[in-house]
Protein backbone atom coordinates (compact mmCIF):
# COMPACT_ATOMS: atom_id res chain seq x y z
CA UNK A 1 0.00 0.00 0.00
CA UNK A 2 1.01 3.32 -0.41
CA UNK A 3 0.97 6.45 1.59
CA UNK A 4 1.86 10.06 -0.24
CA UNK A 5 3.12 11.48 1.94
CA UNK A 6 5.09 14.58 0.49
CA UNK A 7 3.70 17.22 -1.83
CA UNK A 8 5.52 19.43 -3.02
CA UNK A 9 4.47 22.94 -4.93
CA UNK A 10 6.45 25.11 -6.90
CA UNK A 11 5.13 28.28 -8.13
CA UNK A 12 4.28 28.87 -11.80
CA UNK A 13 6.70 30.07 -14.33
CA UNK A 14 5.43 33.69 -15.08
CA UNK A 15 5.71 34.43 -10.84
CA UNK A 16 9.68 32.71 -10.77
CA UNK A 17 10.86 34.57 -13.53
CA UNK A 18 9.51 38.02 -12.12
CA UNK A 19 10.68 36.98 -8.64
CA UNK A 20 14.16 36.10 -10.26
CA UNK A 21 14.10 39.90 -11.90
CA UNK A 22 13.21 41.25 -8.97
CA UNK A 23 15.98 39.98 -6.58
CA UNK A 24 18.55 40.10 -9.17
CA UNK A 25 17.38 44.04 -10.35
CA UNK A 26 17.89 44.09 -6.23
CA UNK A 27 21.48 43.06 -6.25
CA UNK A 28 22.77 45.40 -9.33
CA UNK A 29 22.00 46.98 -12.39
CA UNK A 30 24.14 44.41 -14.06
CA UNK A 31 22.46 41.36 -12.88
CA UNK A 32 18.97 43.34 -13.89
CA UNK A 33 20.22 43.45 -16.93
CA UNK A 34 21.29 39.69 -17.31
CA UNK A 35 17.49 38.28 -15.36
CA UNK A 36 15.84 40.08 -18.55
CA UNK A 37 17.83 38.41 -21.08
CA UNK A 38 17.47 35.04 -19.23
CA UNK A 39 13.80 35.67 -18.87
CA UNK A 40 13.25 36.04 -22.92
CA UNK A 41 15.51 32.87 -23.42
CA UNK A 42 13.53 30.61 -21.08
CA UNK A 43 10.66 30.84 -23.32
CA UNK A 44 11.90 29.11 -25.78
CA UNK A 45 12.26 26.21 -23.51
CA UNK A 46 8.78 26.40 -22.19
CA UNK A 47 6.97 25.59 -25.01
CA UNK A 48 3.73 24.09 -24.52
CA UNK A 49 3.11 24.49 -20.42
CA UNK A 50 0.69 26.80 -19.29
CA UNK A 51 3.72 29.06 -17.32
CA UNK A 52 0.10 30.96 -15.67
CA UNK A 53 -0.28 27.54 -13.56
CA UNK A 54 2.32 25.70 -10.68
CA UNK A 55 3.56 22.58 -11.05
CA UNK A 56 4.70 20.03 -7.94
CA UNK A 57 5.60 16.89 -6.82
CA UNK A 58 3.82 13.78 -4.63
CA UNK A 59 6.07 11.23 -2.84
CA UNK A 60 4.75 7.94 -1.82
CA UNK A 61 5.96 5.35 0.83
CA UNK A 62 5.80 1.98 0.85
CA UNK A 63 6.02 -0.42 3.79
CA UNK A 64 8.34 -2.85 1.69
CA UNK A 65 10.89 -0.18 0.36
CA UNK A 66 12.80 2.64 1.79
CA UNK A 67 12.65 4.43 -1.77
CA UNK A 68 10.31 6.64 -2.49
CA UNK A 69 7.74 6.77 -4.98
CA UNK A 70 7.81 9.89 -7.12
CA UNK A 71 5.25 11.45 -9.45
CA UNK A 72 5.66 14.62 -10.73
CA UNK A 73 3.25 16.82 -12.47
CA UNK A 74 3.46 20.32 -14.92
CA UNK A 75 0.44 21.90 -16.58
CA UNK A 76 -0.20 21.82 -20.13
CA UNK A 77 -1.23 24.38 -22.95
CA UNK A 78 -0.28 21.57 -25.71
CA UNK A 79 1.41 18.20 -24.80
CA UNK A 80 2.66 18.38 -28.72
CA UNK A 81 4.72 21.82 -27.98
CA UNK A 82 6.25 20.42 -25.17
CA UNK A 83 7.36 16.86 -26.47
CA UNK A 84 8.88 18.99 -29.88
CA UNK A 85 10.71 21.20 -27.03
CA UNK A 86 11.85 17.85 -25.02
CA UNK A 87 13.17 16.57 -28.73
CA UNK A 88 15.74 18.78 -28.46
CA UNK A 89 17.53 17.00 -25.29
CA UNK A 90 16.16 13.88 -25.33
CA UNK A 91 14.33 11.12 -27.50
CA UNK A 92 10.98 10.51 -27.31
CA UNK A 93 9.01 7.48 -27.83
CA UNK A 94 5.54 8.20 -27.89
CA UNK A 95 3.01 5.30 -27.27
CA UNK A 96 -0.83 5.12 -27.00
CA UNK A 97 -1.32 6.36 -23.26
CA UNK A 98 2.14 6.57 -21.85
CA UNK A 99 5.29 8.71 -23.53
CA UNK A 100 8.57 7.77 -22.90
CA UNK A 101 11.41 10.45 -22.64
CA UNK A 102 14.90 8.61 -23.24
CA UNK A 103 17.95 10.68 -21.66
CA UNK A 104 21.41 10.52 -23.15
CA UNK A 105 22.34 9.01 -20.12
CA UNK A 106 20.07 5.94 -20.74
CA UNK A 107 17.61 6.69 -18.10
CA UNK A 108 13.87 6.78 -19.24
CA UNK A 109 10.91 8.89 -17.61
CA UNK A 110 7.30 7.62 -18.32
CA UNK A 111 4.77 10.77 -19.18
CA UNK A 112 0.98 10.51 -19.47
CA UNK A 113 -1.14 13.70 -19.91
CA UNK A 114 -4.15 13.70 -17.25
CA UNK A 115 -6.36 16.43 -18.23
CA UNK A 116 -4.58 19.73 -18.90
CA UNK A 117 -1.72 18.51 -16.70
CA UNK A 118 1.42 15.83 -17.56
CA UNK A 119 2.46 13.20 -14.82
CA UNK A 120 6.05 11.89 -14.79
CA UNK A 121 7.68 9.47 -13.30
CA UNK A 122 10.50 6.92 -13.33
CA UNK A 123 7.93 4.33 -13.51
CA UNK A 124 4.50 3.86 -16.21
CA UNK A 125 2.80 1.68 -13.30
CA UNK A 126 2.79 4.48 -11.05
CA UNK A 127 1.16 7.05 -13.41
CA UNK A 128 -1.78 4.54 -13.86
CA UNK A 129 -3.64 6.30 -10.88
CA UNK A 130 -2.92 10.10 -10.58
CA UNK A 131 -5.58 12.63 -9.68
CA UNK A 132 -7.21 14.58 -12.53
CA UNK A 133 -6.62 18.05 -10.81
CA UNK A 134 -3.33 18.08 -8.58
CA UNK A 135 -3.47 21.36 -8.14
CA UNK A 136 -6.17 20.96 -5.15
CA UNK A 137 -3.47 18.81 -3.50
CA UNK A 138 -1.52 22.17 -3.58
CA UNK A 139 -4.21 24.03 -2.56
CA UNK A 140 -2.71 27.93 -1.67
CA UNK A 141 0.90 26.66 -1.19
CA UNK A 142 1.87 28.02 -4.73
CA UNK A 143 0.40 31.33 -3.51
CA UNK A 144 2.30 31.61 -0.34
CA UNK A 145 5.54 30.36 -2.02
CA UNK A 146 7.88 29.92 -4.60
CA UNK A 147 8.72 26.53 -3.15
CA UNK A 148 7.03 24.99 -0.73
CA UNK A 149 6.83 20.99 0.53
CA UNK A 150 4.13 19.55 2.83
CA UNK A 151 5.15 16.69 4.81
CA UNK A 152 2.57 14.11 6.91
CA UNK A 153 5.22 11.87 9.16
CA UNK A 154 1.96 9.94 9.89
CA UNK A 155 1.51 8.39 6.65
CA UNK A 156 5.64 7.14 6.32
CA UNK A 157 5.22 3.41 7.48
CA UNK A 158 6.39 3.29 11.02
CA UNK A 159 9.31 0.59 10.32
CA UNK A 160 10.53 3.44 7.71
CA UNK A 161 10.63 6.16 10.52
CA UNK A 162 12.28 3.94 13.22
CA UNK A 163 14.82 2.69 10.02
CA UNK A 164 15.42 6.98 9.75
CA UNK A 165 16.00 7.65 13.51
CA UNK A 166 18.32 4.21 13.35
CA UNK A 167 20.47 5.97 10.36
CA UNK A 168 20.21 9.38 12.71
CA UNK A 169 21.26 7.91 15.93
CA UNK A 170 24.08 6.29 14.07
CA UNK A 171 25.75 9.16 12.21
CA UNK A 172 26.01 10.57 15.53
CA UNK A 173 27.30 8.02 16.88
CA UNK A 174 30.09 8.23 14.67
CA UNK A 175 30.89 11.48 15.21
CA UNK A 176 31.04 11.19 18.27
CA UNK A 177 33.27 8.85 17.99
CA UNK A 178 35.77 11.15 15.83
CA UNK A 179 35.43 13.42 18.35
CA UNK A 180 36.62 11.59 21.25
CA UNK A 181 39.55 11.01 19.39
CA UNK A 182 40.19 14.63 18.88
CA UNK A 183 39.19 16.07 22.01
CA UNK A 184 37.46 13.85 24.57
CA UNK A 185 36.30 16.63 26.96
CA UNK A 186 34.25 18.19 24.34
CA UNK A 187 33.10 14.66 23.61
CA UNK A 188 31.81 13.84 26.61
CA UNK A 189 29.67 17.18 26.75
CA UNK A 190 28.16 16.13 23.48
CA UNK A 191 27.00 12.42 24.97
CA UNK A 192 25.72 14.09 27.63
CA UNK A 193 23.31 16.10 25.22
CA UNK A 194 22.94 12.74 22.97
CA UNK A 195 20.14 11.49 24.54
CA UNK A 196 17.79 14.56 25.19
CA UNK A 197 18.74 15.03 21.33
CA UNK A 198 17.82 11.61 20.48
CA UNK A 199 14.67 12.36 22.38
CA UNK A 200 13.99 15.19 21.10
CA UNK A 201 14.10 14.06 17.25
CA UNK A 202 11.90 10.76 18.11
CA UNK A 203 9.04 12.73 19.55
CA UNK A 204 9.49 15.25 16.43
CA UNK A 205 9.08 12.08 14.05
CA UNK A 206 6.11 10.70 16.16
CA UNK A 207 4.56 13.93 17.26
CA UNK A 208 4.00 16.18 13.99
CA UNK A 209 0.67 15.76 12.21
CA UNK A 210 1.70 18.17 9.31
CA UNK A 211 5.04 19.88 8.58
CA UNK A 212 5.03 22.71 6.24
CA UNK A 213 8.21 24.47 4.79
CA UNK A 214 8.11 26.99 2.65
CA UNK A 215 10.43 30.04 0.84
CA UNK A 216 9.27 33.13 -0.82
CA UNK A 217 10.89 35.95 -2.24
CA UNK A 218 7.90 39.07 -1.51
CA UNK A 219 8.29 41.87 -3.57
CA UNK A 220 6.11 44.11 -1.82
CA UNK A 221 7.55 43.47 1.61
CA UNK A 222 10.70 43.74 -0.27
CA UNK A 223 12.12 40.45 1.59
CA UNK A 224 12.76 36.71 1.18
CA UNK A 225 11.62 34.28 3.54
CA UNK A 226 11.20 31.09 5.44
CA UNK A 227 8.79 29.60 6.98
CA UNK A 228 8.70 26.52 9.12
CA UNK A 229 5.05 25.25 10.05
CA UNK A 230 4.43 22.87 12.40
CA UNK A 231 1.18 21.09 13.66
CA UNK A 232 0.84 18.54 16.37
CA UNK A 233 -1.26 15.40 17.31
CA UNK A 234 -3.91 16.28 19.44
CA UNK A 235 -2.86 15.23 22.58
CA UNK A 236 1.02 14.55 22.14
CA UNK A 237 3.70 16.16 23.98
CA UNK A 238 4.58 18.38 21.09
CA UNK A 239 0.72 19.72 20.96
CA UNK A 240 1.12 20.74 24.53
CA UNK A 241 4.18 22.34 23.97
CA UNK A 242 2.47 24.64 21.85
CA UNK A 243 -0.31 25.14 24.22
CA UNK A 244 1.78 26.48 26.37
CA UNK A 245 3.64 28.77 24.15
CA UNK A 246 0.70 30.63 23.41
CA UNK A 247 0.63 31.68 26.86
CA UNK A 248 4.30 33.13 26.77
CA UNK A 249 2.35 36.36 26.04
CA UNK A 250 4.55 39.82 23.70
CA UNK A 251 8.17 39.75 24.22
CA UNK A 252 9.90 42.60 25.83
CA UNK A 253 13.06 42.60 24.27
CA UNK A 254 11.45 44.07 20.72
CA UNK A 255 13.88 46.63 21.31
CA UNK A 256 17.27 44.57 20.35
CA UNK A 257 15.27 44.30 16.82
CA UNK A 258 17.05 46.95 14.33
CA UNK A 259 15.92 48.49 11.45
CA UNK A 260 17.38 47.91 8.36
CA UNK A 261 19.49 45.02 9.50
CA UNK A 262 19.90 42.03 6.99
CA UNK A 263 18.51 39.62 8.97
CA UNK A 264 16.25 40.11 12.30
CA UNK A 265 14.39 37.25 15.03
CA UNK A 266 12.97 37.03 17.51
CA UNK A 267 11.00 34.12 19.55
CA UNK A 268 8.89 34.02 22.55
CA UNK A 269 8.07 30.45 23.99
CA UNK A 270 7.27 28.77 27.01
CA UNK A 271 8.96 25.88 28.62
CA UNK A 272 7.54 22.80 29.94
CA UNK A 273 8.09 21.61 32.95
CA UNK A 274 9.72 18.51 31.72
CA UNK A 275 11.78 20.57 29.59
CA UNK A 276 13.37 22.62 32.59
CA UNK A 277 14.56 20.23 34.24
CA UNK A 278 16.94 18.59 30.67
CA UNK A 279 17.89 21.49 30.11
CA UNK A 280 19.45 22.70 33.81
CA UNK A 281 20.54 18.61 33.51
CA UNK A 282 22.28 19.83 30.33
CA UNK A 283 23.78 23.32 31.60
CA UNK A 284 25.21 21.95 35.28
CA UNK A 285 26.99 18.77 33.53
CA UNK A 286 28.49 20.95 30.57
CA UNK A 287 29.62 23.98 33.82
CA UNK A 288 31.69 21.05 35.13
CA UNK A 289 32.97 20.37 31.46
CA UNK A 290 34.03 23.74 31.09
CA UNK A 291 35.46 23.61 34.58
CA UNK A 292 37.73 21.03 33.66
CA UNK A 293 38.70 22.40 29.76
CA UNK A 294 39.64 25.62 31.61
CA UNK A 295 41.77 23.72 34.03
CA UNK A 296 43.78 21.49 31.87
CA UNK A 297 44.31 24.53 28.88
CA UNK A 298 47.86 25.10 28.82
CA UNK A 299 48.00 28.58 27.49
CA UNK A 300 46.07 30.34 30.12
CA UNK A 301 47.35 31.44 33.36
CA UNK A 302 46.07 30.45 36.55
CA UNK A 303 44.62 34.51 36.61
CA UNK A 304 42.99 33.66 33.36
CA UNK A 305 41.52 30.73 34.26
CA UNK A 306 40.20 31.62 37.67
CA UNK A 307 38.80 34.89 35.51
CA UNK A 308 37.34 33.23 32.96
CA UNK A 309 35.56 30.22 35.68
CA UNK A 310 34.33 33.38 37.21
CA UNK A 311 32.66 34.65 33.67
CA UNK A 312 31.25 31.58 32.61
CA UNK A 313 29.70 30.46 36.19
CA UNK A 314 27.71 33.81 36.17
CA UNK A 315 26.72 33.42 32.94
CA UNK A 316 25.31 30.16 33.76
CA UNK A 317 24.28 30.97 36.59
CA UNK A 318 21.79 33.73 35.58
CA UNK A 319 20.37 31.62 32.65
CA UNK A 320 19.60 28.46 35.17
CA UNK A 321 17.71 31.02 37.66
CA UNK A 322 15.73 32.61 34.86
Known amino acids: MLFRSVIISIASIDEQLDDVEYLANAASEEMGQMSGLLKMQARGFTRGIDTTKSAGMMMYFNEDSPQPTTIGFVPLENMDDMLDTLAGFAEIDEGDDIVTIIADSGQEISMKQVGNYAFMSDQPGNLEDVPKDPSK ?71 TEEMVLGMAADQKAEAIYFDLVMTAKPGSEMAEQISASKKAGASRFGGFLMDGAAMT ?32 NPNMTDAQAEMTE ?13
Open 137 to 207: LIGKMAEQYNIAATVYPQRIPEGLRDMAMGLIQQGAEQNMQMLDEIDPVQAEIQQQNFEMQMQQMENLFND
Open 265 to 296: ANMTSQIAPNQIEQTLSVMKNSKEQIQEMLDA
Open 310 to 322: ELVDSLLDVVMKT
